[in-house]
């Protein structure tokens, strides 16, 4: 069985120093040992940002896309070899601006997929402009008197289209993070993994300390079940989607590959499909 460290490959990350991503890949290592998978049983596929290079640093399959298209590409791999464990991963930019459209989607369709979203709350790669995430009022280069658009809120979101796995962790949180990733990995399902994972070059703001300042883990709630869609949106409103741990499980649900009809009876799963130029031609 493979260890984590087998996980890593030999391309040294260039994030800065401190940068909350680091944590986020070792949770990804970790979780994918703790689950018993081995390397060429994953496919890592990522969007534009600093946190879209992590494909590139795990031993894995492995797929650096273009802004915001990192969710249809994984549903395709996903669809194409369905023996394949596939973490969609990016940053709050990718996922929740540009690539917001196919999140919301994705999310509803429930693939069996893992989303893992590095949310620093900025634009990073691009040197620091104001993000869906920001809150209101944040400036930066792209917003130099403060932010007037409302905060987006991936949770609510997440809710109201259907998500059947919600989780939100802190890059600090390397326990916890690892956790709720394998929970992800072992969900028959779509499962979005929000994580606050700072980024400390460019928002002053938003810093490990705020961070551990604001969040309310949900242990504090030993009564709290993650099975109740109403307490789930509550808490994320009352939480002012600060709260980390599992949110929400919808564990009924079949996943999507699941529901495709005949999908199976017809051995189309894992089948090779190799057309000819001739076949190609007519469909
Ligand atoms: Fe991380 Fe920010 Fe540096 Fe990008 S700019 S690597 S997000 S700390
Ligand atoms: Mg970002």
New binding site residues.
């Given amino acids: 069985m493979a260890t984590f460290k087998e996980f890593r490959n030999n391309v040294k990350p260039n994030w800065c120093p401190g940068c909350g991503d680091f944590s986020v890949q070792a949770a990804i290592q970790r979780a994918a040992a703790n689950v018993g998978l081995e390397p060429e049983q994953l496919a890592v596929i990522s969007g534009i ?3 879209g290079r992590i494909s590139g640093y795990i031993n894995a399959y492995g797929l650096h896309g273009i802004h915001g298209r990192a969710l249809p590409i994984a549903q395709g791999v996903k669809l194409a070899n369905r023996e394949l464990t596939v973490i969609a991963s990016g ?4 996922g929740f601006a540009i690539g917001m459209g196919h999140t919301v989607h994705a999310i509803r369709r429930n693939l069996d997929i893992t989303y893992i979203v ?7 790669l691009t040197k620091g402009q104001t ?1 869906p ?1 920001s809150a209101e009022g944040f400036k930066t280069k792209s917003t130099p008197e403060g932010s007037i658009e409302s905060t987006l809120s991936p949770l609510e979101i997440a809710m109201s289209a259907g998500a059947t796995f919600i989780a939100q962790s802190f890059s600090s949180d390397l326990k916890q993070l690892t956790a709720l990733i394998e929970a992800g990995l072992n969900h028959k399902g779509f499962s979005l993994i929000n994580v606050f994972s700072p ?1 400390v070059t460019f928002n002053k703001v938003n810093t490990y300390d705020w961070f551990k300042e604001n969040i309310v883990n949900l242990n504090e709630f030993p009564d709290y079940d993650p099975s109740n869609r109403m307490a789930a949106m509550n808490k994320i409103m009352e939480t002012n989607g600060m709260l980390t741990g599992l949110i929400y499980q919808n564990k009924e649900r079949k996943s999507y590959e699941n529901l495709i009809a005949g999908f199976q009876e017809q051995g189309l799963a894992n089948q090779d499909i190799q057309l000819s130029q001739d076949q190609f031609e007519k469909l």
């Fill in positions: 940002g600093c946190s940053g709050d930019g990718d590095m949310d620093n709350q900025i634009y990073g993000s995430r980024c």
